[in-house]
């Protein structure tokens, strides 16, 4: 039996403004990545399909050309992704010169290992050739070889940057990190997923704040396309085995990739062969192989007959004839060349089916970052394609079993990810502190009374999907780089928020919680960690901005959630209609009514709907079983909120204050009071 998680629904404008070209023949991204070709470090943040291939063509050419630059080098993650910057006509849509890529500089597509392909980077460095194409193992290999001077006045262009880490250990990091310090290079970054599932920074923070960034937001992304309109994402919990249930999430009539657990998962039954048979066979009767594209025909029992296309299959000869046919680019624009792809580790980076409308995930994906590449397989924009969702199938916990730790974790985790995407869905803040100088921004819609300048007033730019909200109390960035950060990496920091294991547990189940401790103290935390090269000032900034973002877009969900749909609703309209009434509805938007806001309410909420009370009171023991009590770390932290609370008031917090949050802060103080006691009486 599988439950639902209706986490998230948003609904855009469709109002064609991603997708129209200039007279360049630039979409808006690109045209917005080009204003920026003179940087030396460019870091380009931006979904799938909103062309960032064709973004860096220009940008290449440009440096080739125009800026003295003497070669680039684009380094992709996998050989698959390489077809991505194959010879482009460029000057047929109004650019005046054409992308080309000789076919033996495209090292993706040549024969033979990473040794001979090492050996060709070194061949092309030493000749008048302008471009090559290798995958990142190739481009790290031939950085050991040569070493990084041998790079020197060459663009270096790295797809799917998010593969990069500043971990010691992760080589591709390392050699960036190098080139970087020598500063002889041009490097471009792309990725359309700006975070690791691991966590990890990609950058160090030096070497980050030297890179100028653009970046196009998914919810711009959705809004200018032509056709999508709706975007659903769902996580279901199912009991017994994914493949018995598969049908209750797996419709048929529509185009669908679905990725079947990892063997190694709690979800997999360690055949991967017979999870497919299993699946075909719960589609219909099976009637053969398509001999031209090594498809499986299934015939439904409606008498449709679906082509499905196995990437789960280990015999190469197989897999590689069902590959190269999903590759063909002369059915590209054929909706009905193939209905459904089965795979496991395959289509999810850079993998281009446009007409998929459900990307279905069984088992939790460790990796944010992961779930993002999947959700940017359905969003491909193609005619008659009004409606496109995510689900991911988990198996809920079950008392009977000994892994339940490990679903409780699972849980966690689409609880996490699901945070994440409702924040990567939303239009952009751009909060400002109020005070009396403020007053109405051009093009900011500040709804039927207009601005008042008497109240915290909230603008929405329909054009750039952007709000204005101002909120009484903000603490302003004053620094270039914290600025930065609380106009471009806010999704950043609300990550590793919502990937901390603490913070979401307590978060969900802890009764006695009070939520400025996640706000102030765990949140504080997370940025004094990920920024320690910000002053006191600029962290509390940050992370004023960060949890504001998350806190108005979970109180949108909220609203969107529980306040109906008469027939059919207006465009664009779930979060931000949510955020608009939640804003405005408040008297005074002030720091202090947000801190006082548990962001993970509406998860829990819900989870206690979807679930059966018995699995629930399986994950609430399993967390009170290792409930966290202060830590010294903590204590410090608290106790610092109570000096600015004692600086505020000229006292300090009383421990049997009736306000939850002061009394915590007092038992802060009166933590490292005992601690120094303790220590002082060895």
């Known amino acids: 039996m599988t439950k639902s998680v209706p986490s998230v629904s948003v609904k855009y404008a469709a109002n064609g403004s991603s997708t129209k070209s200039n007279e360049l023949g630039m979409r808006a991204m690109q045209e ?7 940087e030396q470090y460019l870091l380009i943040k931006s979904p799938p399909a909103s062309g960032k291939s064709r973004a860096l063509m220009f940008i290449a050419l440009d440096k080739l050309h125009n800026q003295g630059l003497r070669q680039a080098i684009v380094v992709v993650p996998e050989k698959s992704i390489g077809s991505s910057f194959n010879d482009e006509p460029l000057s047929k849509h109004g650019f005046w010169a054409d992308w080309e890529v000789k076919p033996q500089w495209n090292l993706c597509n040549a024969p033979g290992g990473d040794d001979g392909k090492v050996g060709a980077v070194g061949k092309f460095l030493a000749s008048d050739d302008k471009v090559l194409v290798c995958t990142h193992a190739t481009f790290r290999f031939a950085v050991d070889k040569f070493g990084i001077e041998v790079f020197d006045d060459r663009l270096i262009a790295v797809d799917e940057f998010h593969h990069v880490s500043a971990n010691p250990d992760n080589k591709l990091g390392t050699h960036l990190g190098a080139l970087v310090a020598r500063d002889k290079v041009h ?44 975007l659903d994402i769902g996580y279901f919990f199912y009991s017994g085995s994914y493949a018995d249930d598969i049908l209750k999430v797996l419709d048929p009539s529509e185009k669908t990739i679905l990725h079947i657990p990892n063997v190694n998962s709690r979800e997999s039954t360690k055949d991967k062969h017979r999870e497919v048979e299993h699946i075909i066979d719960a589609l219909g009767d099976w009637q053969g192989t398509d001999p031209a594209t090594g498809f499986q025909l299934v015939k439904t029992p409606e008498g449709r007959v679906l ?11 197989k897999r590689d004839k069902v590959s190269a046919a999903l590759k063909d ?20 980076e850079g993998f281009d089916w446009i007409w998929c409308e459900h990307a279905l995930t069984v088992g939790y994906r460790a990796s944010l970052t992961e779930i993002v590449q999947i959700i940017g397989r359905a969003t491909r924009d193609a ?31 689409a609880i996490a990810a699901s945070l994440l995407m409702e924040q990567v869905l939303a239009p952009r803040f751009n909060f400002t502190p109020k005070t009396v100088k403020c007053g ?17 007033n909230v603008g929405f730019n329909e054009a750039s999907g952007q709000f204005q909200i101002e909120i009484k109390g903000l603490v302003e960035p004053k620094s270039k780089e914290a600025k930065r950060i609380c106009q471009e990496d806010l999704n950043e920091v609300i990550t590793a928020f919502v990937q901390d294991k603490t913070t979401i547990e307590r978060g969900l189940f802890d009764e006695e919680l009070v939520p400025e401790e996640l706000t102030q103290v765990r949140m504080g935390k ?23 973002a998350l806190n108005l877009t979970q109180k949108a969900k909220e609203i969107a959630l529980t306040g109906g749909e008469d027939g059919e609703v207006s465009a664009n309209t779930a979060l931000i209609d949510g955020v608009r009434k939640f804003a405005m509805d408040v008297r005074e938007l002030d720091i202090d009514l947000i801190d006082r806001i548990n962001p993970f309410g509406e998860a829990y909420a819900i989870l206690a709907k979807t679930m059966s009370e018995e699995s629930l009171r399986q994950v609430a023991a399993v967390i009170t079983a290792k409930k966290i009590q202060l830590t010294p770390e903590e204590a410090r932290a608290l106790a610092k909120r109570a000096a600015a609370f004692k600086q505020e008031r000229g006292r300090l917090p009383s421990i049997t204050s009736a306000d939850p949050w002061e009394k915590k802060m007092a038992e802060g103080v009166a933590y490292l ?10």
């Open 32 to 38: 917005r990545a080009f204003e920026k070709r003179g």
């Open 187 to 230: 490097l471009v970054a792309m990725t359309g997923s700006y975070f690791r599932g691991d966590a990890e920074a990609v950058l160090s923070p030096e070497d980050e704040a030297k890179f100028d960034t653009v970046t196009y937001t998914y919810y711009e992304q959705l809004n200018g396309y032509k056709y999508l309109k709706t």
């Open 307 to 317: 082509r499905i296309a196995d990437l789960v299959d280990d015999e190469p000869a």
């Open 329 to 348: 680019p002369a059915q590209k624009n054929a909706r009905d060349h193939v209905d459904i792809i089965i795979a496991l580790g395959m289509a999810k």
């Open 383 to 413: 005619e008659g394609k009004t409606r496109a969702r995510f689900t991911n199938l988990i198996a809920e916990p079950d008392a009977a079993a000994e892994a339940v730790t490990e679903a409780v974790n699972d849980t966690l985790k």
């Open 440 to 456: 109405p921004v051009e093009g900011f819609d500040y709804g039927a009374g207009g601005y008042d300048p008497g109240k915290e």
């Open 526 to 548: 997370i940025v004094a960690a990920r920024f320690p090269e910000l002053d006191t000032e600029d962290q509390e900034a940050v992370r004023q901005h960060a949890v504001a």
């Open 673 to 682: 009071i005992r601690m120094k006691q303790e220590a002082a009486n060895g």
